[in-house]
C-alpha cells in the first residue's frame, strides 16, 4: 500500500500540471478576447 499511494500520486500529477498549466494559458488567451469583444 505504501508503495501505491506515492505512485498513485505521481501518476496524477504529472498530467494534472501539465493540464493546469495549458488550462492558465488558456483562460488568458479567452479572457483577453472576451475583453477585446467587450470594448470594441
Do not use: D, I, N, Y
Amino acid at each position: 500500500m505504501a508503495s501505491f499511494s506515492p505512485t498513485s500520486r505521481q501518476e496524477p500529477k504529472g498530467p494534472t500540471k501539465g493540464r493546469r498549466r495549458r488550462s492558465s494559458k488558456a483562460r488568458v488567451k479567452v479572457q483577453g478576447l472576451l475583453q477585446s469583444s467587450g470594448l470594441r
